[in-house]
């Protein structure tokens, strides 16, 4: 009997393992054969016999779970792991090992998705082994899967740390090397797609050629590896839009291809191989418009899907992806057929995704596009419907990428509004709003922070323009304030928590470590305790850093990196080289972990609910900082232009029918165009010098008569105040292009002005502010009254660098020097000059230093403008620095050019040194918006100490009356050179 049935559970077993038939397993009866099996075990006294059944019967289960689908297999896996636990007991050799038989349960999820068996071949994998580079490059692969399912990120980072420990411990010529570098590569790839760091995917780029260059030619391995380096280029291409090199799409393409030739057809892997190169064919036929891209695309889209059987792992990919193509080649030729197409298997691979997988959202983004499309050929309602309650789910789901998430939640808005729905495109516009500070997340670099940020530029305006359309000012000034200075977000958060955490210091004291080393990795140069010297014992630590901000610089710049490697191959190679000295990936890692560090704390001292929805600022909080004078939010957008006044007890809509978006645009390109040519002949043309002038007269009478004319006229200030009268304040918050022009100094200054008056520095008295929540924050520190009328402790800061290596003297600066040591004692003043007045000097002197004036050269980019910053003795003291050093205090006044001046592509985020300073901690700012004469900056200053200092004491609260004072008189005697006085602004309560 025992015999009989014996043979007949090995024969299910060979069936199954050695014949791939899965029903000998998994039909009842091979569970009651197994059963009795064992009932008849029991009655046999052989230890043999019991040793065989045992092994059987364990197998045969094991089986079963590997056969069964998801959700069916579950008792089987228990019973199997239960038998193996005894069968270990009587002879361990017969037992496969963990690291195996999770090797087994993940060859498995190849093709079908079972979260439980996924997550029990990981806690086999955590257990040590004695092949423990294998078990390293499966327990990546496996940490890798789970996070593309279930968008956990933890994984993602546990999957990439696995797989660098296994390539450190494996020999170069390791059979595995090729596998785990691919491996590593791909989840560099996914990672990069979620976080958006730049390193990222050019380490995956590295990493998959690695990969493939160590893979033989006749390798069965070889294709996935093509594969892989495939998909990264195309990452890349995508990641920089219109301007993305071809050379990576091409490259892309024709690898594909080879991966698609040397895979084995029957290899369940082939179909996603085919998807990959129909994805590739559609993003050059979005570049080209080739239709025969598109059809190829169509035609290996579905010859993938036809080798995907139902409930397989990347079915819903497959369908998704074909779905896209369809759509798109619908709206270039009109056949309905392919719409239909479109929209049937969307749907189908809607319902293929399940719920809490990371893709589920795309699935639904692409259905709703096909639907979209329908609605716009038969104008029926509820495709609309449907299409907007699909990406309001999919916006809504923290599975799928932060990314991702807001472009659906931008297309929802976009919709909506196209169809004047206003109240539908303010909530789709808000839900992606609510999505950027996920962008900027501290565990990336500043310059991809700053480059997925450029992306929605404008968004937040866009966000609030419709919410005002739809009748809900209050609303559109706590979007604005969510949507705008997001990079500064993790800055005030540790600021602000002593005074929510005083029960646990504790916490509060390992956030504010976490900031300091988050800082320093994501804005990388050498530690200051490394000096790398070259032959003659020169130190190089200047000349490395600035190659790891050009580094960074041109990773931001879309096209540039592809396209600098495939033109100056060695250069870049070195250039890679050195940045990898600074910062290795095993850096970006510690970074990453460190982010996710300050998430958990950041929900625990309550300063955010979690890192999917931080602190959202209401509007009687914002209502508060508008106690001195109402905030004027200048919103410009493509639907409408408004100014929204901020006061203590509400929020009115002044719209400015004269200021369109585009002009905007137009006007401040010009204006900048303008400051740029002068920069370029800084040495001497008079009629350049005479064109800006002209420019910036043009841009402030534009102003007056678009904004600043409206918005005085709505809150009474139409006249000059009288000579007893006390000058009434407003502070400016503009957004967009807008914030790179002198609203304060916006009118007609012409003193032969049929009208005088019509000028804001004739009206009020001007500050800015880069958000409503830095101007309350700033407002709650100055309330508090000082201790004596002289604090010993509170000295004031002279950086005076009139003379700078490389750069043109500043002979005026030894004049503001000698004011200063004029009007304060030599105990309440550091100087910092010459060869003193380092980086690094001078980024520790701003932390112990109440007050500062700093006179030397400044320094803007445009496109990066984090790398921004004072040019000091030995280099740049970057925006970048300033965040991260920490600069408590009360006043600076910054006598240099462009401190106010942000960048181009990301203005709603004021990243200037002006601003670095506030967040960072100094209330009061006095800053320039653009290149100043060292001659009008000295005048300006001895101008504004007169005001603010007695008896060697700084009265900061007075700084924007004083500066306005200042540049009024500045003004008066020089009217027609407005480039000489309109830049200096105030920032602060």
């Given at each position: 009997?025992?015999d009989?049935?014996?043979?007949?559970?090995r024969?299910?077993?060979?069936?199954?393992?050695?014949?791939?038939?899965?029903?000998?397993?998994?039909?009842?009866?091979?569970?009651?054969?197994?059963d009795?099996?064992?009932?008849?075990?029991?009655?046999?006294?052989?230890?043999?016999?019991?040793?065989?059944?045992?092994?059987?019967?364990?197998?045969?289960?094991?089986?079963?779970?590997?056969?069964?689908?998801?959700g069916?297999?579950?008792t089987?896996?228990?019973?199997?792991?239960?038998?193996?636990?005894?069968?270990?007991?009587?002879?361990?050799?017969?037992?496969?090992?963990?690291?195996?038989?999770?090797?087994?349960?993940v060859?498995?999820?190849?093709?079908?998705?079972?979260?439980?068996?996924?997550?029990?071949?990981?806690?086999?994998?955590?257990?040590?082994?004695?092949?423990?580079?294998g078990?390293?490059?499966?327990l990546?692969?496996a940490?890798?899967?789970?996070?593309e399912?279930?968008?956990?990120?933890?994984?993602?980072?546990?999957?990439?740390?696995?797989?660098?420990?296994?390539l450190?411990n494996?020999?170069?010529?390791?059979?595995?090397?090729?596998?785990?570098?691919?491996?590593?590569?791909?989840?560099?790839?996914?990672?990069?797609?979620?976080?958006g760091?730049?390193a990222?995917?050019?380490?995956?780029?590295r990493?998959a050629?690695?990969?493939?260059?160590?893979?033989?030619?006749?390798d069965?391995?070889?294709?996935?590896?093509?594969?892989?380096?495939?998909?990264?280029?195309?990452?890349?291409?995508e990641?920089?839009?219109d301007?993305?090199?071809?050379?990576?799409?091409?490259?892309?393409?024709?690898?594909?291809?080879?991966?698609?030739?040397?895979?084995?057809?029957?290899?369940?892997?082939?179909?996603?191989?085919?998807?990959?190169?129909?994805?590739?064919?559609?993003?050059?036929?979005?570049?080209?418009?080739?239709?025969?891209?598109?059809?190829?695309?169509?035609?290996?889209?579905?010859?993938?899907l036809?080798?995907s059987?139902?409930?397989?792992?990347?079915?819903?990919?497959?369908?998704?992806?074909?779905?896209?193509?369809?759509?798109?080649?619908?709206?270039?030729?009109?056949?309905?057929?392919?719409?239909?197409?479109?929209?049937?298997?969307?749907?189908?691979?809607?319902?293929?995704?399940s719920a809490?997988?990371?893709?589920?959202?795309?699935?639904?983004?692409?259905?709703?596009?096909?639907?979209?499309?329908?609605?716009?050929r038969?104008?029926?309602p509820?495709?609309?419907?449907?299409?907007?309650?699909?990406?309001?789910?999919?916006?809504?789901?923290?599975n799928?990428?932060?990314?991702?998430?807001?472009?659906?939640?931008?297309?929802?808005?976009?919709?909506?509004?196209?169809?004047?729905?206003?109240?539908?495109a303010?909530e789709?516009?808000?839900?992606?709003?609510?999505?950027?500070?996920?962008?900027?997340?501290?565990?990336?670099?500043?310059?991809?922070?700053?480059?997925?940020?450029?992306?929605?530029?404008?968004?937040?305006?866009?966000?609030?323009?419709?919410?005002?359309?739809?009748?809900?000012?209050d609303?559109?000034?706590?979007?604005?304030?969510?949507?705008?200075?997001?990079?500064?977000?993790?800055?005030?958060?540790s600021?602000?928590?002593p005074?929510?955490?005083?029960?646990?210091?504790?916490?509060?004291?390992?956030?504010?470590?976490?900031?300091?080393e988050?800082d320093?990795?994501?804005?990388?140069?050498?530690?200051?305790?490394?000096?790398?010297?070259?032959?003659?014992?020169?130190?190089?630590?200047?000349?490395?850093?600035?190659?790891?901000?050009?580094?960074?610089?041109?990773?931001?710049?879309?096209?540039?990196?592809s396209?600098?490697?495939?033109?100056?191959?060695?250069?870049?190679k070195?250039?890679?080289?050195?940045?990898?000295?600074?910062?290795?990936?095993?850096a970006?890692?510690?970074?990453?972990?460190?982010?996710?560090?300050?998430?958990?704390?950041?929900?625990?001292?309550?300063?955010g609910?979690?890192?999917?929805?931080?602190?959202?600022t209401?509007?009687?909080?914002?209502?508060?900082?508008?106690?001195?004078?109402?905030?004027?939010i200048?919103?410009?957008?493509s639907?409408?232009?408004?100014?929204?006044?901020?006061?203590?007890?509400?929020?009115?809509?002044?719209?400015?029918?004269?200021?369109?978006?585009?002009?905007?645009?137009?006007?401040?390109?010009?204006?900048?165009?303008?400051?740029?040519?002068?920069?370029?002949?800084?040495a001497?043309?008079?009629?350049?010098?005479?064109?800006?002038?002209?420019?910036?007269?043009?841009?402030?009478?534009?102003l007056?008569?678009?904004?600043?004319?409206?918005?005085l006229?709505?809150?009474?200030?139409?006249?000059?105040?009288?000579?007893?009268?006390?000058w009434?304040?407003?502070?400016?918050?503009?957004?967009?292009p807008?914030?790179?022009?002198?609203?304060?100094?916006?009118?007609?200054?012409?003193?032969?002005?049929?009208?005088?008056?019509?000028?804001?520095?004739?009206?009020?008295?001007?500050?800015?502010?880069?958000?409503?929540?830095?101007?309350?924050?700033?407002?709650?520190?100055?309330?508090?009254?000082p201790a004596?009328?002289?604090?010993?402790?509170?000295?004031?800061?002279?950086?005076?660098?009139?003379?700078?290596?490389?750069?043109?003297?500043?002979?005026?600066?030894?004049?503001?020097?000698?004011?200063?040591?004029?009007?304060?004692?030599?105990e309440?003043?550091?100087l910092?000059?010459?060869?003193?007045?380092?980086?690094?000097?001078?980024?520790?002197?701003?932390?112990?230093?109440?007050?500062?004036h700093?006179?030397?050269h400044?320094?803007?980019?445009?496109?990066?403008?984090?790398?921004?910053?004072?040019?000091?003795?030995?280099?740049?003291?970057?925006?970048?620095?300033?965040?991260?050093?920490?600069?408590?205090?009360?006043?600076?006044f910054?006598?240099?050019?462009?401190?106010?001046?942000?960048?181009?592509?990301?203005?709603?985020?004021?990243?200037?040194?002006?601003?670095?300073?506030?967040?960072?901690?100094?209330?009061?700012?006095?800053?320039?918006?653009?290149?100043?004469?060292?001659?009008?900056?000295?005048?300006?200053?001895?101008?504004?100490?007169?005001?603010?200092?007695?008896?060697?004491?700084?009265?900061?609260?007075?700084?924007?009356?004083?500066?306005?004072?200042?540049?009024?008189?500045?003004?008066?005697?020089?009217?027609?050179?407005?480039?000489?006085?309109a830049?200096?602004?105030?920032?602060?309560?």
């Amino acid at each position: 009997m025992v015999d009989e049935l014996l043979a007949a559970v090995r024969a299910r077993i060979f069936a199954y393992v050695q014949q791939h038939d899965p029903a000998a397993v998994v039909a009842e009866e091979a569970v009651t054969q197994a059963d009795d099996l064992w009932l008849a075990a029991q009655r046999s006294s052989e230890g043999r016999v019991r040793e065989e059944v045992l092994f059987a019967v364990a197998w045969l289960h094991w089986c079963r779970f590997l056969a069964l689908p998801a959700g069916a297999n579950a008792t089987a896996l228990r019973t199997a792991e239960h038998l193996f636990v005894e069968l270990a007991q009587v002879n361990p050799r017969r037992v496969p090992d963990h690291h195996q038989r999770a090797a087994m349960i993940v060859r498995r999820l190849r093709t079908l998705d079972d979260p439980p068996a996924l997550d029990h071949a990981i806690d086999l994998l955590h257990q040590e082994h004695p092949d423990r580079v294998g078990r390293l490059c499966l327990l990546g692969v496996a940490l890798q899967i789970r996070s593309e399912r279930t968008g956990n990120l933890a994984d993602l980072n546990g999957a990439i740390a696995a797989q660098r420990e296994a390539l450190r411990n494996m020999a170069a010529d390791h059979d595995d090397r090729g596998l785990c570098l691919s491996n590593l590569s791909n989840s560099l790839r996914v990672r990069y797609e979620r976080v958006g760091d730049l390193a990222d995917i050019g380490e995956a780029i590295r990493m998959a050629r690695m990969s493939v260059e160590v893979t033989p030619a006749d390798d069965p391995h070889r294709a996935k590896r093509l594969a892989n380096l495939g998909t990264a280029l195309l990452v890349r291409f995508e990641r920089d839009g219109d301007h993305g090199n071809v050379a990576d799409l091409n490259e892309a393409i024709a690898v594909d291809r080879a991966a698609v030739e040397v895979e084995a057809p029957d290899d369940p892997d082939r179909a996603g191989m085919l998807s990959n190169l129909g994805l590739a064919l559609q993003a050059r036929f979005d570049r080209f418009e080739d239709l025969s891209d598109l059809d190829e695309a169509i035609t290996v889209g579905r010859a993938a899907l036809d080798m995907s059987a139902p409930g397989q792992a990347k079915r819903a990919e497959l369908l998704s992806s074909l779905g896209l193509a369809l759509r798109e080649r619908y709206r270039r030729v009109g056949a309905d057929a392919d719409l239909d197409e479109a929209i049937r298997v969307g749907r189908a691979a809607v319902e293929a995704t399940s719920a809490g997988h990371s893709e589920r959202a795309a699935t639904q983004f692409n259905l709703g596009l096909a639907l979209q499309a329908r609605f716009e050929r038969a104008r029926d309602p509820a495709d609309m419907s449907t299409a907007f309650g699909l990406w309001r789910e999919a916006a809504a789901d923290r599975n799928a990428a932060a990314s991702r998430r807001i472009r659906i939640a931008e297309k929802w808005g976009d919709s909506a509004a196209l169809l004047g729905r206003w109240q539908d495109a303010a909530e789709g516009y808000a839900a992606a709003v609510r999505l950027l500070p996920l962008l900027a997340w501290p565990g990336a670099s500043w310059a991809s922070r700053e480059r997925l940020l450029a992306e929605y530029h404008g968004l937040a305006s866009t966000a609030a323009a419709c919410t005002v359309a739809a009748g809900f000012p209050d609303r559109a000034v706590e979007i604005l304030e969510r949507g705008r200075g997001v990079l500064w977000f993790h800055l005030l958060a540790s600021q602000t928590t002593p005074s929510k955490v005083s029960a646990r210091p504790e916490l509060a004291g390992r956030l504010a470590e976490l900031r300091t080393e988050l800082d320093q990795l994501a804005n990388p140069t050498l530690p200051r305790n490394t000096t790398v010297v070259d032959a003659k014992g020169n130190s190089l630590n200047s000349h490395l850093n600035a190659i790891v901000h050009q580094v960074e610089h041109y990773r931001s710049l879309p096209g540039a990196e592809s396209y600098l490697h495939e033109n100056i191959p060695e250069s870049m190679k070195l250039l890679e080289a050195l940045y990898a000295l600074v910062r290795p990936g095993e850096a970006v890692d510690r970074q990453m972990a460190a982010a996710q560090q300050w998430d958990v704390l950041v929900a625990q001292l309550g300063i955010g609910s979690d890192n999917d929805s931080p602190h959202e600022t209401t509007i009687g909080e914002l209502r508060q900082a508008a106690t001195s004078g109402p905030i004027v939010i200048v919103n410009c957008s493509s639907w409408r232009c408004d100014a929204l006044l901020v006061t203590t007890t509400g929020t009115d809509v002044v719209e400015l029918p004269d200021l369109t978006h585009a002009d905007a645009v137009d006007r401040t390109n010009a204006f900048l165009h303008a400051l740029r040519d002068v920069d370029s002949v800084r040495a001497g043309q008079v009629a350049a010098r005479l064109t800006l002038e002209r420019a910036i007269s043009s841009v402030l009478e534009w102003l007056w008569e678009a904004v600043a004319d409206p918005v005085l006229r709505a809150l009474g200030h139409d006249r000059c105040p009288a000579p007893a009268q006390p000058w009434p304040r407003i502070w400016w918050c503009p957004t967009g292009p807008l914030a790179m022009l002198p609203l304060h100094a916006a009118g007609y200054h012409d003193p032969n002005d049929k009208a005088p008056g019509r000028a804001v520095l004739d009206r009020v008295v001007s500050s800015y502010t880069t958000t409503v929540r830095a101007l309350a924050r700033a407002l709650i520190d100055d309330s508090q009254p000082p201790a004596a009328p002289q604090r010993p402790n509170e000295k004031l800061l002279v950086v005076a660098l009139g003379r700078t290596p490389g750069q043109p003297q500043l002979p005026n600066v030894d004049r503001e020097r000698d004011l200063l040591a004029t009007v304060f004692p030599a105990e309440r003043l550091t100087l910092l000059e010459g060869p003193a007045a380092t980086v690094h000097a001078v980024q520790d002197a701003l932390g112990s230093h109440t007050w500062a004036h700093l006179s030397c050269h400044g320094s803007q980019e445009p496109t990066s403008p984090s790398r921004g910053g004072l040019v000091l003795y030995d280099g740049r003291l970057t925006v970048a620095d300033l965040t991260a050093g920490g600069s408590q205090g009360e006043f600076a006044f910054l006598s240099a050019c462009k401190t106010a001046m942000g960048g181009t592509r990301v203005a709603d985020e004021m990243i200037t040194v002006a601003a670095a300073l506030q967040y960072a901690g100094r209330r009061h700012v006095i800053a320039t918006l653009w290149s100043v004469w060292d001659t009008a900056a000295a005048n300006v200053a001895e101008d504004v100490y007169a005001r603010l200092v007695s008896r060697g004491d700084l009265r900061p609260g007075q700084s924007a009356e004083a500066l306005h004072h200042s540049v009024r008189r500045q003004r008066d005697r020089d009217p027609y050179r407005p480039s000489v006085w309109a830049p200096f602004i105030h920032i602060g309560p």
